[in-house]
């Protein structure tokens, strides 16, 4: 069986490192992005081999059109062919700013790095599914998929990182876009949707997490693991939703319930 190939922006850490093992086991061969943290990424890429998956990590930026290009190419020199894309890649603001006093520079380096770049790499990578659709490349993969991890920041309004927000909702229109542009070329779109999920990103607001978990700020009263968006990712790549496109997948233990 060939295996598909799968890349994963921002996949050294976090969210990422646990969707790139989560398809490791699934025999994927996963490309693992990384901006910076070159050791994360090798880390990473230890797992995914002991999970019983095959790797390469690629140094990126996609908030740059040449990172996202060099990205791409280097998946393709190495392996030919792109079967699922999983963008994960995002950064938090490094201050969180009242939005009254919030500065364009935290905007412009968000709206870069967690929207531009996801929207721009997708476009590079559709391009390329829809070659390998046109001429029948397909394994038993499937047909090429794509997903991309927002946040109920979406939704929610935190008015001390505004800049956050806006580029979560604008990627979960990003979502819904693509879905309706390749749907006619047999390529689902899905949007994965996690809560306060435990990782580097959230460990400087654990105290304030933990308070609102003992409160029952959503119903299941645990922190989420990488692991479970992990297994949300998994279960599209798996080609369990045929029949869905542009479907948002909440991985938030119940956060977007309105209950009373």
Known sequence: M????????????????????ELAKLNHAVIINYAGNAAAAE????????AGGEGLTVQADVAVSAGRARLVQTTLDAF???DLLVNNAGVAPNVRADLLEAGEESFDRLIN????GPYFLTQLVAR?????VQRNDITDFGLPRIVTITSISAYTASVNRGDYCVAKAGLAMMTALYAARLAEHGINVYEVRPGVIETD???????????????GAWPLRRWGKPEDIGRAVAAIARGDFPFSTGEVFNVDGGFHLRTL
Not at 128 to 132: D, H, N, V
Not at 202 to 215: C, F, M, P, R, S
Request: aromatic share 2%.
């Open 2 to 21: 060939t295996r598909p190939i799968s890349i994963v922006t921002g996949a050294g850490r976090g969210i990422g490192r646990g969707i790139a093992v």
């Open 201 to 215: 990103m959230t460990a400087g607001v654990k105290e304030k997490y933990d308070g609102l978990i003992a409160q």
């Open 80 to 82: 030919g062919r792109i």
């Open 113 to 116: 790095i967690n929207l531009k």
């Open 43 to 50: 880390e990473c890429l230890q797992l995914v081999r002991a």
């Open 128 to 132: 390329q599914m829809i070659e390998q």
